[in-house]
């Protein structure tokens, strides 16, 4: 007797069924990777905080500053020796254009010029003197608007600061343009529609992005230090 075999019916009714759990389990692992590229992100900026933290200490409380700063005093550069020189650290594993970052020497993460710069108004450059480091703004997830020329790579500029001074001027809120330039400098929605946020203390929170549109809408100045 010949051994019975597939039916074309048989096959197809198979086929079936596994596209059917493919795309039943598709979504679930679609997600579970986004979930790890979210931790890496905030491990990332755990790290970050860690070499701020390091470089107050030896800078007497001293926060390290923007690209304005000069030649070479950028954070991205004063905090590699705390950082191990690790280059990834700089960008989150969601940003779009992390490649050209990276082989730019540029960053994905984007610092308060509240704390970076001198002459910024409401600016705190020292650690010591603020009132709640837990409740600080430290560090944010750069916006995806903030493109890298591919063909310019040398004449970029490092963009590693949010004007978070200005979010909030009298003409920004007047004109309604304070969510438009919120967004110019920070991602609010990488990760399941949330973004990770360092704060000065070292801990990292994830904010969904409709918790700042409402701080906006109260026109909260949520960066200020503390």
């Not at 600061?161 to 009298?170: L, N």
Request: one cysteine or more; proline letters at 4%.
């Amino acid at each position: 007797m010949r051994p019975r075999g597939f039916t074309l019916v048989e096959l197809l009714v198979v086929v079936a069924i596994i596209g059917l759990l493919v795309a039943l389990l598709l979504p679930a692992v679609q997600s579970a990777r986004a979930s790890a590229r979210s931790a890496a992100c905030r491990n990332n900026l755990r790290q970050i905080g860690l070499a701020v933290l390091r470089h107050c200490d030896t800078h007497r409380g001293e926060f390290p500053a923007w690209e304005h700063a000069g030649e070479g005093r950028s954070w991205v550069h004063t905090l590699a020796p705390f950082l191990e020189g690790v280059d990834e650290v700089r960008v989150c594993p969601d940003e779009p254009q992390r490649y050209e970052r990276l082989r730019a020497g540029l960053t994905g993460y984007v610092v308060s010029d509240y704390l970076a710069a001198e002459h910024v108004p409401g600016a705190v450059r020292n650690l010591n003197k603020l009132q709640a480091t837990s409740k600080t703004h430290a560090v944010f997830e750069g916006s995806d608007r903030r493109l890298v020329d591919t063909e310019r790579l040398d004449d970029q500029p490092l963009l590693d600061h949010a004007h978070a001074s200005t979010w909030f001027s009298d003409l920004n809120v007047l004109l309604g343009l304070v969510e438009e330039k919120v967004r110019d400098d920070i991602q609010l929605d990488r990760h399941f529609r949330a973004a990770n946020y360092l704060f000065v203390d070292g801990h990292v929170t994830t904010i969904p992005a409709a918790t700042v549109e409402g701080w906006i809408e109260e026109q909260r100045d949520f960066a200020r230090p503390q």
